[in-house]
């Protein structure tokens, strides 16, 4: 059985200390399990069962931007 997971596009980040903010907020949104936050690429991933609108709020409120990738 696979693991849910959601892609997400992250801009604005630029930093380790980014990266840590992105994954601290999304962990908090609930339904998550946990998050992965990529700097090079500007992509998180989240497993769980989480709303995706929840999640991109989520780090909207952080003061960057992300949307769900397809």
């Known amino acids: ?19 840590a903010a992105v994954k601290g907020a999304l962990e908090r949104v609930p339904g998550v399990e946990r998050a992965q936050v990529d700097l090079a690429t ?5 497993y769980g069962a989480a709303d995706a ?12 931007r992300a949307a769900p990738l397809s």
């Open 1 to 19: 059985m696979s693991e849910a997971s959601i892609d997400l596009k992250v801009s604005g980040m630029s930093c380790n200390h980014c990266v």
């Open 42 to 46: 500007g992509t998180a991933k989240v």
């Open 53 to 64: 609108e929840a999640l991109v709020a989520a780090v909207q409120a952080e003061g960057y």
